[in-house]
């Protein structure tokens, strides 16, 4: 097999392996060589038309494009769908499942079973992610080892929260700050900040409605008198956070806890073949037993999204997911960007 057709009504096929010219590709001979995982027209494709693969559109040809010919970069445009978003209107729902699944897990107060037991030290702005990191690097396996319970203590930083406004991307940091507190594979959590950032600690904690105590904990290095002083103290937290977060253990938990975070490995034109169906099945066994899937990256399903239109539960739902990608047109807009190459 030298090519794979992903439907019939597609106007180009894959190249299986590097095809020389004169290789026959779907009853077409190649023109000129043709890298692995390429695409080879096999009809005329007219200038301007769209070119189809998995039977949709993936652009329009910027040229008159033969039969045989290479399709790429250099012969197909990009250009926005105007899509006629159905919704609903393919439903699949799922197959109940014989038997209730369950794993091994941590139980959590208030919010789903977690895979992991952690304890994770988080900087509110750039300015203290040298001590997030410094506090977290202490604790190696040999410190972690009189505690069996405990998965790792993990350091999570980020470049920003000092001179920002205080809009849209304060609102979107936060709120990431708080996924990860309430993240069920932590346990305990120390944010570590420096005093005079935009992105307040005390905000964060008043606006997503987070609960100092034992197993969270927070401290501000001009309060304690420098980075030396405050990773001396982080340390201290986090080594009498370690007996409570030990004494969580695994125990059977249902599978209707879990949620799987998918993202992009970096697309190739092997991922839609092969990775992408092959998680696709495995998110519908885990939404058969009541899990949850999520995609992280929004621009990725650009141009397919009206596949996904038709299969939500209803127009509501279906509106919600229209409404984000327009979103983020306009968000790439803004910030001179490109909904291109996803």
């Given at each position: 097999m030298t090519t794979i057709r992903l439907s019939a009504t597609?106007?180009?096929?894959?190249?299986?392996?590097?095809?020389?010219?004169?290789?026959?590709?779907?009853?077409?001979?190649?023109?000129?060589?043709?890298?692995?995982?390429?695409?080879?027209?096999?009809?005329?494709?007219?200038?301007?038309?769209?070119?189809?693969?998995?039977?949709?559109?993936?652009?329009?040809?910027?040229?008159?494009?033969?039969?045989?010919?290479?399709?790429?970069?250099?012969?197909?445009?990009?250009?926005?769908?105007?899509?006629?978003?159905?919704?609903?209107?393919?439903?699949?729902?799922?197959?109940?499942?014989?038997?209730?699944?369950?794993?091994?897990?941590?139980?959590?107060?208030?919010?789903?079973?977690?895979?992991?037991?952690?304890?994770?030290?988080?900087?509110?702005?750039?300015?203290?992610?040298?001590?997030?990191?410094?506090?977290?690097?202490?604790?190696?396996?040999?410190?972690?080892?009189?505690?069996?319970?405990?998965?790792?203590?993990?350091?999570?930083?980020?470049?920003?929260?000092?001179?920002?406004?205080?809009?849209?991307?304060?609102?979107?940091?936060?709120?990431?700050?708080?996924?990860?507190?309430?993240?069920?594979?932590?346990?305990?959590?120390l944010m570590a900040g420096l005093g005079c950032e935009v992105n307040q600690i005390d905000w964060l904690v008043e606006a997503h409605g987070l609960t100092p105590g034992p197993l969270f904990q927070a401290m501000n290095i001009q309060d304690v008198g420098g980075t030396r002083k405050t990773v001396e103290l982080g340390i201290r937290k986090v080594e009498a956070m370690l007996p409570l977060v030990n004494e969580f253990s695994r125990a059977p938990c249902p599978v209707s806890d879990l949620m799987l975070a998918l993202q992009c490995g970096g697309s190739d034109a092997w991922s839609g073949i092969t990775a992408t169906p092959a998680l696709g099945h495995a998110v519908d066994l885990l939404v058969a037993q009541g899990g949850t899937g999520v995609l992280s990256e929004t621009p990725e399903i650009y141009g397919a999204e009206h596949l996904l239109t038709a299969r939500a539960v209803d127009g509501t739902v279906g509106r919600k997911l229209v409404g984000l990608i327009h979103w983020w047109e306009d968000y790439t807009e803004r910030n001179r960007g490109s909904m291109d190459n996803n």
């Open positions: 597609d106007n180009v096929v894959t190249a299986a392996a590097p095809l020389a010219a004169g290789t026959d590709a779907d009853g077409v001979a190649v023109r000129g060589p043709i890298p692995r995982g390429h695409k080879v027209a096999t009809v005329a494709i007219p200038r301007g038309a769209p070119v189809f693969k998995y039977a949709q559109i993936i652009g329009y040809a910027a040229a008159d494009i033969a039969p045989g010919e290479h399709v790429h970069t250099h012969n197909l445009d990009f250009r926005a769908v105007a899509h006629d978003y159905a919704f609903a209107t393919n439903l699949v729902p799922p197959q109940a499942p014989a038997t209730r699944d369950s794993f091994m897990g941590y139980r959590r107060e208030g919010r789903p079973a977690g895979t992991r037991n952690t304890i994770a030290v988080l900087s509110s702005v750039n300015c203290s992610a040298t001590a997030a990191r410094r506090i977290a690097d202490h604790f190696t396996p040999d410190r972690l080892a009189a505690y069996p319970n405990v998965d790792g203590v993990n350091a999570f930083v980020h470049g920003t929260g000092c001179g920002m406004g205080t809009g849209e991307g304060l609102e979107t940091l936060q709120r990431v700050m708080w996924g990860y507190a309430r993240n069920p594979n932590v346990a305990g959590v």
